[in-house]
């Protein structure tokens, strides 16, 4: 399905595949088993087209553009280069696309970089299919989906760096309702917004509700921040 070892040109994809999708997808590995793994996982799904596959830095700083993807799932290490730096160049040219990172490395440094890079979302290769499925959904819906050990990663991080404002009340998570402290407490096991609804017996939508009302509660604009002040708690 590759061509040159460089990528597969969109017109190519978009002619194979003919059904309906919302979310246009491209992938950036060099592993030709995770490309291919990742090639029948997102054709397997209804709601996601698969627009691009690259397997090289230079190839995909080329070819993303054209193929015009919501959402790019990136490994960070690359034969020509370095999947963060790609990161970096395409989301400065082009800030709507979504870049979820997907690789072995659970390092605190390349973690960080990534997230100033541009990306959105950081999974680990091991992640199971169905939640890496959800991790694409979720970075196209404005989300920033983790893996529970990169959830974790990022709140040591943070609890490491950042003290708590001196305007903000020490226990700010008492002042959130049952259910928003349910929805917090799923928020730091790393969950997606379908798994944390089943969890509770609502709608997605009702998990926004919940998240968006933590975020005004606790003063903060990431689930990372949130999900800090509530282990601090």
């Given at each position: 399905?590759?061509?040159?070892?460089?990528?597969?040109?969109?017109?190519?994809l978009d002619s194979k595949l003919s059904k309906p999708a919302s979310i246009r997808v491209a992938m950036v590995d060099e592993d030709a088993n995770i490309r291919r793994q990742?090639?029948?996982?997102?054709?397997?799904?209804?709601?996601?087209?698969?627009?691009?596959?690259?397997?090289?830095?230079?190839?995909?700083?080329?070819?993303i553009p054209p193929a015009r993807p919501d959402v790019v799932v990136m490994d960070i290490h690359l034969a020509d280069g370095d999947g963060v730096d790609c990161v970096r160049?395409?989301?400065?040219?082009?800030?709507?696309?979504?870049?979820?990172?997907?690789?072995?490395?659970?390092?605190?440094?390349?973690?960080?970089?990534?997230?100033?890079?541009?990306?959105?979302?950081?999974?680990?290769?091991?992640?199971?299919?169905?939640?890496?499925?959800?991790?694409?959904?979720?970075?196209?819906?404005?989300?920033?989906?983790?893996?529970?050990?990169?959830?974790?990663?990022?709140?040591?991080?943070?609890?490491?760096?950042?003290?708590?404002?001196?305007?903000?009340?020490?226990?700010?998570?008492?002042?959130?309702?049952?259910?928003?402290?349910?929805?917090?407490?799923?928020?730091?096991?790393?969950?997606?917004?379908?798994?944390?609804?089943?969890?509770?017996?609502?709608?997605?939508?009702?998990?926004?509700?919940?998240?968006?009302?933590?975020?005004?509660?606790?003063?903060?604009?990431?689930?990372?921040?949130?999900?800090?002040?509530?282990?601090?708690?």
């Amino acid at each position: 399905m590759e061509k040159n070892h460089s990528g597969i040109g969109v017109g190519l994809l978009d002619s194979k595949l003919s059904k309906p999708a919302s979310i246009r997808v491209a992938m950036v590995d060099e592993d030709a088993n995770i490309r291919r793994q990742l090639t029948e996982l997102i054709q397997s799904s209804n709601d996601l087209k698969l627009v691009g596959i690259f397997e090289h830095a230079e190839a995909a700083i080329a070819g993303i553009p054209p193929a015009r993807p919501d959402v790019v799932v990136m490994d960070i290490h690359l034969a020509d280069g370095d999947g963060v730096d790609c990161v970096r160049t395409l989301k400065s040219r082009f800030p709507a696309i979504n870049f979820l990172i997907l690789t072995h490395c659970e390092d605190s440094e390349r973690l960080v970089e990534s997230f100033k890079a541009g990306a959105s979302g950081y999974m680990l290769k091991r992640t199971s299919p169905a939640r890496l499925l959800d991790a694409i959904r979720e970075v196209h819906e404005g989300g920033s989906p983790m893996t529970p050990q990169i959830a974790r990663l990022m709140v040591k991080l943070f609890s490491d760096t950042q003290p708590l404002p001196s305007d903000v009340p020490q226990d700010p998570v008492s002042q959130l309702s049952p259910g928003e402290a349910k929805a917090l407490h799923q928020l730091a096991q790393g969950y997606p917004y379908k798994v944390i609804a089943d969890h509770l017996g609502i709608s997605v939508h009702g998990v926004r509700n919940y998240v968006r009302r933590i975020y005004e509660k606790l003063q903060v604009h990431s689930r990372t921040e949130a999900v800090v002040k509530y282990l601090r708690h």
